[in-house]
């Protein structure tokens, strides 16, 4: 399904990432996938993962880093010519503003975890935007905690709302180019950037047992729908945010 595309995936952490469900998915159905560390600690972690699907492309990318983002969209450029999909898998959020309540979120905490988690997904769309000549497609990473109030989730509730609303926005810019953007809404996952949550495992329990399939998605089944999403079968899909979560969002 995804023979001959060609497409960039920022944020795997580890083996345990939704980015790299998404990367194993992308790979199988016959994508070249690109993929970024964000350090040199983290590069021990995804070089091993990148040598698993042959990726082409295995570069650092701080996404608050101008000159990074331009040398790797620069690389990509010079060995593919062109860009067919990218998916942001980025997320960040003070540990205190995190931890504490939404009320006393400091502004400065407010400001980094908006500027990482969401007009980062702007800035990789403008220069995605430049090597999608053909069309192409974007897809981030969402959560229910954009759209009702999730017990200590804080401050990522309204960061992930700003998210969704920037999908629908980019997505309407975009699409006249044949650039469609939306976002995939998991339900909760076990990764390193969840695990900074207060009471996550309580969160995990009572996803699994309140979805109506009784039971936590995979990042397995994650990198299936954004498989789809990024396919051409897809095509006509544009601005919306997909639910991926066992049917968890319509409970309650």
């Known amino acids: 399904m995804m023979k001959d595309k060609k497409g960039l995936i920022v944020g795997v952490a580890n083996e345990h990432s939704i980015a790299w469900g998404c990367a194993k998915a992308l790979h199988a159905a016959g994508a ?6 964000l350090n040199d600690k983290a590069k021990a972690y995804v070089e091993p993962l990148a040598a698993e699907i042959k990726a082409p492309i295995l570069m ?31 997320a960040f959020a003070p ?7 939404f009320t006393d979120t400091s502004g400065d905490g407010f400001a980094m975890a908006m500027n990482i988690s969401c007009h980062s997904l702007v800035r990789l769309a403008k220069e995605a935007e430049l090597l999608m000549t053909q069309g192409g497609s974007i897809v981030t990473l969402s959560y229910y905690g954009s759209e009702k109030v999730i017990p200590d989730y804080g401050l990522m509730g309204p960061v ?46 009572k996803a699994a047992d309140e979805a109506p399939l009784q039971q936590l998605v995979t ?24 639910y991926v979560d066992n049917g968890y969002n319509i409970i309650g």
């Open 32 to 37: 070249d996938v690109a993929l970024t560390y």
């Open 60 to 90: 650092p990318l701080d996404v608050t880093n101008v000159e990074q983002s331009k040398t790797l969209f620069e690389a990509i450029k010079q060995r593919w010519g062109q860009l067919d999909f990218l998916l942001h898998a980025v």
């Open 95 to 101: 540990k205190a503003d995190l931890q504490g309540r």
């Open 160 to 205: 992930k709302a700003a998210l969704e609303s920037s999908v629908r926005y980019l997505a309407a810019e975009l699409a006249p180019k044949n650039i469609r953007v939306n976002a995939l809404s998991p339900g909760p996952v076990k990764t390193r950037a969840a695990s900074g949550l207060t009471d996550f495992d309580k969160l995990l329990e």
């Open 219 to 242: 990042i397995e089944q994650i990198g299936e729908v954004a498989t789809f999403m990024m396919s051409d079968k897809s095509k006509h899909i544009i601005g919306q945010v997909i």
